[in-house]
């Protein structure tokens, strides 16, 4: 079965210092990957993806992502937290070469802390 | 530029009543639509997904019904609510291309009583 995995519930971090957020995921071919973000009460928007060429892609509020083939992971990271980035996180893949319905395999999420 | 509306953004119901939650995307056209149901601030789980007119792909045999009666319209439904029909609901919506992301509506707090 296709699925995503993101094996921490939560991570807690200090302002200011780096922080990553794990992702794996078994989908066959070579699936596009994505990472969302939702603020409390609010739907998800989208922060960045990863389709092809160089592994580290980089999104919006300063995140980026480095995708691993061989470990089949798409971590995200930011180099220095924010108080404002904590939210909910989510990972998700998209099968490649499916052309009809983009049926998109979420992973459960994972709540991100900042402490100031 | 596009955008996805779905209302009501909260909704309070007692068990047995029926339902009707009801989203709209505007500045495309021939979006992949989607439902999904998020319990308790955790992780998503598709409910319908449609590709056009007409067409609904049921993920989880439920007490829920989907509909696509326009293009850019998608409405979710039940005759009768159940407890465990509480939950945030979200509509999405995205093109006909794999590599492309989703785009969410602002959800529905559904609390049935």
């Known amino acids: 079965a296709q699925s995503v995995a993101q094996p921490e519930d939560q991570v807690n971090v200090a302002e200011g210092n780096p922080l990553t957020v794990k992702c794996t995921y078994s989908?066959?071919?070579?699936?596009?990957l994505f990472w969302y973000v939702q603020y409390p009460n609010r739907g998800l928007q989208f922060l960045l993806k990863?389709?092809?060429?160089?592994?580290l892609v980089k999104g919006s509020y300063g995140f980026e992502a480095e995708f691993n083939k061989s470990q089949t992971s798409f971590h995200l990271k930011k180099p220095s937290a924010l108080v404002s980035d904590s939210a909910l996180y989510f990972c998700?893949?998209?099968?490649?070469?499916?052309?009809?319905?983009?049926?998109?395999?979420f992973g459960s999420g994972t709540r991100l802390s900042i402490r100031p | 530029s596009q955008t996805i509306h779905q209302w009501p953004a909260t909704l309070v119901q007692p068990v047995g009543s029926p339902l009707s939650l009801e989203c709209t995307v505007e500045?495309?056209?021939?979006?992949?639509l989607y439902w999904y149901r998020q319990a308790a601030g955790r992780g998503l789980q598709l409910l319908f997904y449609?590709?056009?007119?007409?067409?609904i792909s049921s993920e989880v045999p439920q007490n829920l019904s989907a509909s696509r009666p326009q293009d850019r319209q998608f409405i979710l439904s039940s005759k009768k609510l159940l407890l465990s029909d509480s939950g945030f609901y979200l509509c999405?919506?995205?093109?006909?291309?794999?590599?492309?992301?989703?785009?969410f509506g602002q959800g529905t707090r559904l609390t049935v009583v």
């Open positions: 989908v066959s071919g070579n699936p596009y």
């Open positions: 500045g495309t056209s021939n979006p992949n």
């Open positions: 990863y389709i092809t060429g160089d592994n």
């Open positions: 998700a893949a998209v099968r490649g070469g499916y052309s009809s319905a983009s049926k998109i395999i």
């Open positions: 999405a919506w995205s093109v006909h291309r794999p590599n492309t992301e989703a785009f």
């Open positions: 449609s590709v056009g007119i007409g067409q």
